[in-house]
């Protein structure tokens, strides 16, 4: 800020000159940062914010880069390993007990859940060819309105019976590709 303040001012250096650009730094780094998720427990509510505002000081005074929204570098940014860590114990990051509470509304999910906690095939993982719900999306249903029209389509709590067989029979061709030896 000083050399600046030489090189395009003919007056004397005041405090004013150094504390506007610095500010203005500071500024500029914080609105390119997007705060990462802390690795603290989010239950721990002292841990939580000091990691936060840690980090924010950190950019801010030019220690750390700035981190930018993952949905935009997902494949640059790489998750912190401690929260990392977390996600692989917790398996999601929806706590165990926030889930059991939600199953309710959201049956299609509980019950794809289920099914993969009893080693059940997952009919999830394949397109239904019944209702052309797409991998990963529950079945639906198609409420037609009185003109021919589709009014509305309601997710299913079940999947179609042809899609769960269809994803019993990947399930089984990919063990039986697991295992040349055996088949
Ligand atoms: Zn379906």
Do not use: K, M
């Not at 500010?23 to 721990?44: F, I, K």
């Not at 509470?101 to 794809?112: E, I, K, S, V, Y």
């Not at 249903?141 to 019976?161: E, F, K, L, Q, Y």
Request: with cysteine; glycine share 4%.
């Amino acid at each position: 800020a000083a050399r600046q303040h030489y090189r395009t001012s003919p007056y004397q250096i005041q405090p004013a000159d150094v504390v506007r650009p610095w500010e203005s730094y500071r500024r500029n780094r914080l609105a390119l940062h997007w705060d990462p998720t802390p690795s603290a427990d989010p239950d721990d509510q002292a841990a939580w914010t000091a990691e936060l505002v840690g980090t924010r000081r950190a950019v801010a005074a030019g220690i750390a880069q700035p981190a930018y929204a993952p949905a935009i570098t997902s494949s640059q940014e790489r998750i912190n390993p401690r929260l990392q860590a977390r996600l692989d114990q917790i398996g999601s990051c929806i706590p165990p007990a926030a889930r059991a509470a939600l199953a309710p509304f959201r049956p299609a999910r509980a019950a794809r859940e289920a099914a993969v906690a009893q080693g059940l095939p997952d009919a999830l993982s394949v397109r239904c060819e019944w209702c052309l719900a797409p991998v990963g999306e529950p079945c639906r249903r198609r409420r037609i309105g009185p003109n021919d029209g589709v009014r509305a389509i309601t997710p299913r709590a079940t999947s179609h019976p042809g899609r769960v067989d269809l994803a019993a029979q990947q399930a089984q061709h990919a063990e039986q590709a697991q295992q040349p030896a055996l088949a």
